[in-house]
């Protein structure tokens, strides 16, 4: 088993569940990587116009904080984790297929908290909002056989530490 791919990207169901190593639940799951926990998104409380004859821009921010101070709000960004799934990533025999399906069912069929310590242990709430289909699906070739994907989460909170 591949000790370097475990113990970074963790997993779990419920805000009290305790953190799951992603690799541990999964033999032979491997998480390459992770984009977006360090994403922020476009403003949605932020007003501007430009006229014709300036190029400087009005604008108005509609949201103030206890002291009156302008605050700005901005989108959910999207989390996408790319991973692979491989006999040489188990720690013991595995089916390439019923763990990808495996892996994929926990990930897409309910919301999840996920973990990184590549990023200093930001955490972040999200669900699976899109389609998911392998990019790479390299079956029935023994310990040779391995499926890919990206998986595509959007974000229900900014992530946290």
């Known amino acids: 088993m591949a000790k370097n791919l475990s113990n970074k990207y ?71 984790i ?16 019923t763990q990808h399906d495996a892996f ?3 990930m897409t069929n309910s919301d999840v908290w996920i973990k990184s310590k590549y990023y200093g242990g930001k955490q972040v709430h999200c669900i699976c909002l899109k389609e998911y289909k392998p990019t790479t699906e390299k079956l029935f070739r023994g310990d040779n056989s391995y499926m890919m994907g990206t998986i595509t989460l959007h974000s229900l909170d900014s992530p946290t530490i």
């Not at 103030?64 to 996408?80: A, L």
């Not at 991973?83 to 595995?94: G, L």
């Open 10 to 80: 963790f997993v779990k169901r419920q805000e009290s569940d305790e953190w799951q190593d992603i690799c541990s639940i999964f033999s032979g799951v491997a998480i390459l990587k992770v984009d977006g926990l360090n994403a922020k998104g476009e403003p949605i409380n932020i007003y501007n116009a430009q006229w014709q004859n300036s190029q400087r821009e009005d604008f108005m921010i509609t949201n103030f904080d206890e002291k009156g101070n302008p605050v700005v709000i901005r989108k959910n960004t999207d989390i996408d």
């Open 82 to 97: 790319t991973f692979i799934v491989r006999q040489k990533y188990a720690n013991s025999q595995i089916d390439v297929l």
């Open 104 to 106: 994929v069912n926990y």
